[in-house]
């Protein structure tokens, strides 16, 4: 989810991302970085640019250092683009979707990388901008694409999708229990009349579940929206490719940190390290040979969490995951 905590939020803050915006567990993720960033002519690419806190960050405690930027979203790369303009010749900023990395790094003729930052999810610019469609606490259209010149929105998602198909997303991407009562809802109302406006989503699920899951805390529309978005934008089949796609792109002494905000992104980014910290030689070799060493070393014991102290301060760190990796050895075909 969203992750920048909001200062006062009047027009002026809403125009002037710096004002509104504090990066997730900036400080560790530096510092996870560091070791592979200090070394002359180091480049790291923030495959989440946002509205670029974390970028500025890097470029600052990294005064050699090169960044490469993605985001899908052509807002938040105008919006950075202003912020970082003071770095301008040491920052490149791409509009892409980060599973394209090594087609970027390609067409940059950057062979390897020494950091790689995902901040995941969307940014509170996204989430602010109630004509995006991300949030459910206002009426808006549903749309919930980062990038609105391509593919397609919520609302067609809940118009033409099969029952089943819907099912499978709500309970899969929302991890919702009562997916097959909401969906039942969803497919008797949009005969009657497709959906275009968050507020009949909202209203429908209220109306859909039952008073005790009501009670249970949170907007009870809050897993519906999360699956929406996740299957909007592809969420997880693009992680899936990109995680091990920017391992690859990391130089032997390289490091990536990735902060996730659901379970599902969080294992998909621990099963991608788990996977590269292992050994796969066979059982009982007396050596193992190189090509069966592990490519990754872990750097964080599980999943590192926000102080309560950022979490007062920004709730929207409250469900951050921090994993980071070190590559220790090269590919051995
Ligand atoms: C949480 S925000 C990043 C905030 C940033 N770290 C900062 O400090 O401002 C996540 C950003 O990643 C972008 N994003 C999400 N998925 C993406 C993808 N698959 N490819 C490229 N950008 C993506 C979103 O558009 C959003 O701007």
Partial sequence: MGREAHSNEGDDGRREGRSRHVPVMLQRCLDLLAPALQQPRAVVVDCTLGLGGHSEALLTRFPEARLVALDRDKEALRLSGERLAPHQDRATLVHAVYD???EVLERLGIPRVQGVLFDLGVSSMQLDEADRGFAYAQDAPLDMRMDQTTGIGAAEVLNTYPPGELVRILRAYGEEKQAKRIVSAVVREREKEPFTNSARL?????DALPQAVKRTGGNPAKRTFQALRIEVNGELSVLERAIPAAVKALDV???IAVLSYHSLEDRLVKQVFAAGAATT??????????????RLKLLTRGAELPTEEEIAENRRAAP??????????????
């Fill in 100 to 102: 394209e990395l090594p």
């Fill in 202 to 206: 909202v209203e429908l699920i209220r």
């Fill in 253 to 255: 002494g390289g490091r």
């Fill in 281 to 294: 030689a066979p059982a009982g070799l007396p050596v193992v040979p190189e090509r069966y060493q592990p």
């Fill in 320 to 333: 951050a995951r921090l994993r980071g990796a070190e590559r220790i050895r090269e590919d051995v075909e």
